[in-house]
């Protein structure tokens, strides 16, 4: 039974560009959502996908969007990078979005920006 | 504004000992508390939680409190072991699932 798998697992970007970060959720799972852990901090929530809809979101500006297809899976996407976008970004899954369920990581992707 | 707080970086315990972590939370709406485990180069792996309806729930080794009036909750492991060297995060949600983490508390059990 796989668990929670992202993609790719580092990345190396320069400041302005664009990228786009692959999730697939634990096998049941309909919920994604996305955090971003910076070096010495607690992962931060940047949204949630649900039945393919955006439907709770973190502090983060709109140059993080996100989108979820019929098969559940997520992607991230961040534009016009910036150097403090470097961060390890986390995709969990769970079944619903109650607090009751909890959520289950994939091992993140690394991203670095020069 | 950090809702949930790890004050400890750090905590070392012999193995066989009790290790206990501590964790303080501000927002009163949050209903569910969790506990992850993180090794490097790995995602957070869920660990127990605890309902705010409760006081204690337990599993294995592992044992959470919660004392509402104080806002703290507490992990607590016995007996330690050197395969619980890790970094222990505290989480909470209110309602939904969305979780606020706080900082991570590196646990190094000494064989």
């Known amino acids: 039974d796989a668990g929670v798998t992202q993609s790719p697992t580092h990345l190396i970007k320069t400041r302005g560009q664009q990228v786009t970060l692959r999730c697939s959720p634990k096998?049941?799972?309909?919920?994604v959502s996305w955090y971003q852990q910076a070096l010495g901090q607690g992962p931060q929530f940047i949204f949630q996908?649900?039945?393919?809809?955006?439907?709770q979101r973190g502090n983060f500006p709109d140059r993080f969007s996100g989108h979820q297809f019929p098969n559940y899976s997520s992607e991230l996407n961040v534009n016009a990078l910036l150097l403090g976008d470097s961060a390890l970004y986390l995709c969990?899954?769970?079944?619903?979005?109650?607090?009751?369920?909890?959520?289950?990581f994939g091992d993140g992707t690394r991203l670095s920006i020069l | 504004d950090q809702q949930v707080k790890q004050n400890s970086p750090s905590l070392s315990v012999q193995e066989g000992r009790i290790s206990i972590l501590n964790c303080d939370y501000t927002n009163s709406m949050f209903d569910y508390f969790l506990w992850y485990k993180k090794y490097p180069a790995e995602g957070p792996t869920f660990l127990i939680s605890i309902s705010s309806i409760k006081d204690k729930n337990e599993d294995g080794r592992f044992t959470v409190f919660l004392n509402k009036s104080a806002k703290h909750l507490s992990l607590h492991i016995v007996p330690s072991q050197p395969g619980d060297s890790a970094v222990y995060f505290c989480?909470?949600?209110?309602?939904?699932?969305?979780?606020?983490f706080g900082t991570g508390t590196r646990l190094t059990v000494i064989p």
């Open positions: 989480a909470a949600s209110a309602e939904t699932n969305n979780l606020f």
């Open positions: 969990a899954s769970s079944y619903g979005t109650h607090s009751n369920q909890p959520q289950h």
């Open positions: 996908y649900y039945e393919e809809e955006e439907r």
């Open positions: 096998s049941g799972h309909d919920t």
